[in-house]
């Protein structure tokens, strides 16, 4: 296992962490002895950062986070979110009061002392410039219940309004070989101001992995359902904002990068590594199997200029024009 600083933090943390979105709720069934197994995995593998939200299966994930990382909070970083149990578009959501409470909460299902990363959850952009939620965690830092904080962001410009605060120390951004515009201008002044880069969405739910076809259908409890077309939030959480049908699509177009690498996945999150912003990729996992694949990217051999230019061409020429949603 690599490990890359997190921003201006002292916490070196796993270049492929894990999400665990998946194993909380809203991507189908999950089984708690399946994740816990998982997790275990991870960890063993040399895994010492994971990302959830005090939404994730309301609570589960965070608990699940508790159960495995008991004994090892020293050791096992956590970064967790918090506002969208609550009106994300209601100032008082952002009060000092609430965000006491919402990390109070995180705290306890966790069984820890401290969040190493308490993050922001998709918030407006006019939360974030016309509220004071930013000084709330900087109180909550100085009395030490998180050791750093960050937002996690839908658009460009909402990360580029983050860099305005110094006391910022990572940016989640949804980025994949769909969702390129971040290397424009957004990584390149998160690494000149030292903060770290999250990359979440990072197999655009599944599509670049391969395994789906224009047949392929999803369990209604799966947001990959509910929400393939944005009506529960973000579009761009689900397929990276492609419509389902385009995306398979694209991603045969894509099929190429697994030549002679170990999968299109391992291959997706190679290129993802390979930008030097990045500090992590965050994929999800349900099992130890989701979890070996996915670290198999580590041994994944990059791609070369030429193949860059394709990869760049490719998302220019074919992808661009079809993502949905502010990003």
């Known amino acids: 296992m690599n490990y890359r600083q997190l921003g201006k933090s002292e916490m070196k943390v796993s270049e492929i962490s894990f999400g665990t979105w998946g194993i909380g709720g809203d991507w189908g069934r999950s089984n708690d002895e399946d994740a816990l197994s998982a997790l275990a995995r991870a960890m063993e ?4 950062f994971f ?7 309301a609570g589960r994930s965070e608990e699940l986070l508790r159960k495995a990382t008991k ?3 020293d050791e096992i970083y956590i970064a967790t979110k918090f506002c969208r149990a609550g009106d994300i578009h209601d100032p008082l959501t952002y009060s000092e009061d609430s965000v006491r409470q919402y990390c109070e909460a995180s705290l306890k299902r966790l069984g820890r002392e401290r969040i190493d990363l308490y993050q922001i959850h998709c918030p407006p952009l006019e939360i974030l410039k016309h509220t004071n939620v930013f000084e709330v965690l900087d109180k909550l830092q100085a009395e030490g219940k998180i050791r750093h904080y960050g937002v996690s962001v839908e658009t460009v410009e909402e990360g ?3 860099l305005t605060n110094p006391n910022v120390a990572a940016l989640q951004v949804i980025f994949n070989l769909f969702r390129q515009k971040p290397l424009e201008e957004l990584f390149p002044k998160a690494k000149e101001q030292g903060v770290g880069i999250l990359a979440r969405v990072p197999l655009a739910s599944g599509l670049l992995t391969g395994k789906f076809t224009a047949d392929t259908h999803f369990a209604k409890e799966d947001h990959r359902q509910f929400n393939a077309n944005g009506e529960q939030f973000n579009v761009g959480e689900t397929f990276a904002g492609l419509e389902f049908q385009k995306g398979v699509e694209l991603s045969e177009q894509l099929s190429w990068i697994a030549d002679g690498r170990e999968s299109m996945a391992s291959a997706a999150l190679r290129w993802i ?3 030097e912003a990045v500090t992590c990729a965050i994929p999800g996992f349900k099992n130890v199997r989701q979890v070996e694949q996915n670290l198999t990217a580590l041994e994944t051999k990059s791609f070369n200029e030429d193949e860059l230019k394709r990869l760049q061409n490719f998302y220019e020429g074919s992808v661009k024009d079809y993502i949905r949603g502010p990003y």
Do not use: I
């Open 160 to 162: 580029l309004f983050c």
């Open 51 to 57: 990302d959830t939200a005090d939404v994730y299966g």
């Open 45 to 48: 593998l040399g895994v010492n």
């Open 273 to 275: 590594l390979d930008q």
């Open 71 to 73: 004994g090892k909070e």
